[in-house]
């Protein structure tokens, strides 16, 4: 599976971005995507995360209402609307994936992303946001 990044830039405080991600070496049925951010001198945060039925699971509550995570299935890209951005989201965003677990029968993704259960990683987009 290859993560291929693309939408990030610098903006004012109040602005807006879309990160798009677009994957590769398998369909968007058959991997977990999130993302992550990461300041410098920070560690690495879940953001946002998608369920395999493209239904959001997870989003920061540093984010919650600000930015939305959706899927197009017939790009094969997942993307993270950021609206009302602040210097504090000013970050290197990763997309990331892994593949779904099975419980009572059933393929699921972890509701909250975490970098021990990530085995696949986009090259990073830098988001910066001035006031």
């Known amino acids: 599976v290859e993560l291929v990044e693309s939408g990030g830039g610098s903006v004012q405080a109040g602005g807006s971005l879309t990160l798009s991600c677009s994957v590769s070496?398998?369909?968007?049925?058959?991997?977990?995507v999130s993302w992550f951010r990461q300041a410098p001198g920070k560690v690495r945060d879940g953001v946002a995360a998608?369920?395999?039925?493209?239904?959001?699971?997870y989003y920061h509550d540093s984010v919650e209402g600000r930015f939305t995570i959706s899927r197009d299935i017939s790009k094969n890209t997942v993307s993270l609307q950021m609206d009302n951005l602040n210097p504090e989201d000013g970050a290197t965003y990763y997309c990331?994936?892994?593949?779904?677990?099975?419980?009572?029968?059933?393929?699921?993704?972890?509701?909250?992303?975490?970098?021990?259960?990530?085995?696949?990683w986009g090259q990073g987009s830098q988001v910066s946001v001035s006031t």
């Open positions: 998608i369920s395999l039925a493209g239904t959001p699971t």
């Open positions: 070496g398998d369909t968007l049925d058959d991997v977990c």
């Open positions: 990331a994936a892994t593949y779904p677990y099975r419980r009572l029968g059933i393929r699921r993704c972890h509701e909250t992303p975490q970098e021990s259960n990530i085995i696949y």
